[in-house]
């Protein structure tokens, strides 16, 4: 089973700022990764596939990057309603696994 | 817009049983994979089954091998997960997830979810 670790748990900045939030998996998932976005109460979201492709309809200042084992997901320019806990997945082995989460809070 | 409906959930006693159905529309079903994923309360996000879109082939996690199985009918676009020999540890949030393609291993739609308690 693949085992992908999500840092920092908690990420605190100001409206404006740059976030990155990383993802290391155990072995090479190659890019087969996702960020999943999920606000208090709400399902998860799917914001970026295959490392680096936005899924419709996301903004343009979230990004992905990363290859093997290690992901980043970059929002350039932190919104109010960015609030949210991120979490990566892989898909290149089952079982499907998650990471355990960033939570990003706006100053 | 895709849409997802879980219902079934609910308080069952640990060793029961219960079936959690997902209502899909507005989207080829018969042409997707589908996917349940849990949440246990405050936690993080725990994929649990997966149906590939023809039926015949199917994944689980190894904490319900054995004990949950998932299932499909094209001809009503509805998924199920049934639940037997349920645990305490299987107190979650469990949401229906269409997979991008036939067996992608993503998830690009969810839906609100269905709330299963297992408790005496």
């Known amino acids: 089973e693949i085992a992908l670790t999500q840092s920092p748990a908690t990420l605190s900045a100001f409206p404006g700022e740059r976030a990155t939030l990383s993802c290391r998996a155990s072995?090479?998932?190659?890019?087969?990764l996702a960020w999943y976005q999920q606000k208090p109460g709400q399902a998860p979201r799917l914001l970026i596939y295959?490392?680096?492709d936005r899924a419709a309809g996301i903004p343009a200042r979230f990004s992905g990057s990363g290859s093997g084992t290690d992901f980043t997901l970059t929002i350039s320019s932190l919104e109010p309603d960015d609030s949210a806990v991120y979490y990566c997945q892989q898909r290149k082995n089952w079982p499907l696994t998650f990471g355990g989460g960033t939570r990003v809070e706006i100053k | 817009q895709v849409q997802l409906v879980e219902s079934g959930g609910g308080v069952v006693q640990p060793g029961g049983s219960l079936r959690l159905s997902c209502a899909a529309s507005e989207f080829t079903f018969r042409g997707y994979g589908m996917h349940w994923v849990r949440q246990a309360p405050g936690k993080g996000l725990e994929w649990v089954a997966f149906?590939?879109?023809?039926?015949?082939?199917?994944y689980y996690a190894h904490s319900v091998l054995g004990r949950f199985t998932i299932s499909r009918d094209n001809s009503k676009n509805m998924s199920y997960l049934q639940m037997n020999s349920l645990r305490p540890e299987d107190t979650a949030v469990y949401y229906c997830?269409?997979?991008?393609?036939?067996?992608?291993?993503?998830?690009?739609?969810w839906g609100q979810g269905s709330m299963v308690t297992v408790s005496s």
């Open positions: 149906i590939r879109d023809d039926g015949k082939t199917s």
């Open positions: 072995q090479s998932v190659n890019t087969f």
């Open positions: 295959d490392a680096s």
């Open positions: 997830a269409k997979d991008p393609s036939g067996w992608s291993g993503a998830f690009d739609f």
